[in-house]
């Protein structure tokens, strides 16, 4: 279509935008950028010239049509820069070095409930630009991160003398090969690497920040020796200010969207024989107070369904993982909190995995380049209502299972303190056993309500291997939980709903 063409129908669009709904013009800014970014600037400053004195001769006769023109022009100008100064400069990198980039726009939600644009988000497939386990650019990894160094580089440069400052976050990302520790430190040091060079282009070092997430933020199956690679990224953000940088790196520090793969390398064992062993309902666990103990129901013995050579093994009436489809946690909806990644390509719905295939995560701060400080931030010691390290147990099949404590932060649902696990076996029964404290290690994630709280118990030859336990934010209430245990090198689901003891 000729440039006219797309003229006149981006021109035609912006006038209608103006009595349009969200959603509508949520559509035409989509069409917009695409545009700017296939036909840049000149395209966008006309149909805003046209657009904007149409706009304003209905508004207010001819004496609206210049100034709406020019609200117009500048507005269309300011679009099509955004995007042919960066997108088709990202663009003609990845095409001149093979390399495999998507650029995402970050947006927040204006006083108008229109979205405004803040940065963007330029996700670099590693493609050989580091050796295995180095942090060493190779000589083509070079070469490639120079020139997208000179792509932000004249950006910024660009925007210097403009009132809004910018600023730029890499992070690193692995696969989940190797202990978690090692590859966050290994992630750190690649992403100063590329921090180094992005300096070394004529960026402020104070205006670049480095982060190594490790293999915390999955975004292809880690089971798969050959989709893991796609988890090898570098990813470069801009932003607008230091409170949009550091709101982006909040979003996505216990973002649930990365719970669609897990950070274990283990594929799932295969289950060849039938299992209808039926998962006994939870019972609470008895209390010490006389007033609540009326309540209560009493423990049922335990059920003898399976032996084993194995000490640490309990029978929790569980049926083998994968002959379970696993639900838990899909109703959650992550954050909102009027900032969005407009994220086409990574727009899952939250079909998790469960904590069987995945592993402890870690993920390091954001670290300035001139300081190697992290960035300054308000944290609070405020808990969600009754997450401040409280005990939660319930009895399964029987046994009771605690975890304690239990302690979340408003701040992102982040864990204050790691818990430790208690097993009674039999519980109130004459033979009770028990298996004194099992060390463990919480992950959360957070949504709009809800909060999933994931503890790994540490220890080969442990009764519980892990737990999912989705908490609610606007009660202290479990929604729904379960646990795993292994048994003759299968792996056993529980329900396990705890209740704040």
């Not at 070469?143 to 890499?170: D, T, Y």
């Not at 050579?309 to 029978?315: G, H, N, P, T």
């Not at 290690?441 to 009764?463: H, P």
């Not at 519980?464 to 795993?484: H, I, N, Y």
Request: aromatic share 6%; with cysteine.
């Amino acid at each position: 279509m000729p440039k006219t063409s797309h003229l006149t129908a981006l021109s035609t669009a912006l006038i209608l935008a103006a009595g349009c709904s969200n959603t509508q013009v949520t559509a035409f800014t989509d069409q917009a950028r695409q545009l700017g970014r296939d036909y840049g600037t000149p395209l966008l400053c006309g149909a805003g010239m046209v657009a904007g004195g149409a706009l304003g001769y209905a508004m207010n006769g001819k004496d609206g049509i210049l100034v709406g023109a020019g609200v117009g022009t500048v507005l269309g100008c300011i679009a099509g820069s955004i995007w042919q100064e960066r997108m088709q400069e990202l663009d003609r990198v990845a095409k001149e070095e093979g390399l495999n980039i998507s650029v995402q726009q970050i947006e927040t939600v204006a006083v108008n409930g229109l979205p405004q644009e803040t940065g963007l988000v330029a996700q670099v497939d590693d493609m050989g630009m580091f050796p295995t386990g180095s942090a060493e650019l190779t000589p083509s990894g070079l070469v490639s991160v120079r020139k997208l160094a000179a792509v932000f580089a004249k950006e910024m440069v660009s925007q210097s003398n403009q009132s809004q400052q910018r600023f730029l976050l890499v992070v690193g990302h692995t696969d989940a090969t190797g202990s978690a520790e090692l590859n966050q430190r290994l992630s750190q040091q690649r992403a100063k690497a590329v921090g180094d060079i992005l300096n070394k282009a004529g960026i402020p070092a104070e205006a670049i920040y480095f982060q190594g997430a490790g293999a915390s933020r999955p975004i292809a199956d880690n089971t798969d020796p050959i989709l893991r690679a796609k988890n090898r990224r570098v990813e470069i953000v801009e932003v607008t200010s230091k409170e949009m940088l550091a709101r982006r790196i909040n979003a996505e520090q216990s973002n649930s969207k990365y719970l669609v793969y897990g950070t274990s390398t283990k594929k799932p064992i295969v289950q060849t024989r039938s299992a209808s062993i039926a998962v006994a309902p939870s019972e609470l666990p008895a209390a010490e107070s006389k007033t609540r103990s009326s309540t209560l129901k009493s423990a049922k013995p335990a059920k003898v369904l399976i032996a084993s050579e194995s000490k640490a093994l309990v029978d929790f009436a569980g049926v083998p993982s994968n002959t379970k489809a696993w639900t838990l946690g899909h109703a959650m909806t992550p954050k909102a909190g009027g900032f969005s990644l407009i994220a086409k390509a990574y727009a899952n719905d939250i079909p998790m995995s469960s904590c069987v295939a995945d592993m402890p995560r870690t993920s390091g701060d954001a670290l300035n380049l001139a300081t190697a400080k992290p960035l300054g931030k308000h944290e609070t010691r405020d808990y969600w209502a009754g997450y401040n390290n409280r005990v939660w147990a319930n009895t399964v099949n029987g046994h009771l299972v605690t975890i304690s404590p239990v302690s979340i932060l408003r701040d992102n649902a982040k864990v204050a303190q790691q818990p430790f696990v208690q097993i009674v076996e039999n519980y109130k029964q004459s033979n009770s056993k028990t298996h004194g404290k099992l060390q463990a290690i919480a992950n959360t994630y957070e949504g709009d309500s809800e909060v999933l709280y994931r503890v790994f118990v540490k220890g080969a030859d442990t009764a519980v291997s892990c737990m999912d336990v989705v908490f609610s934010k606007q009660e202290p209430k479990t929604l729904e939980g379960a646990l795993f245990y292994d048994h003759n090198d299968e792996s056993y689901t529980a329900t396990f709903t705890p209740i704040r003891t």
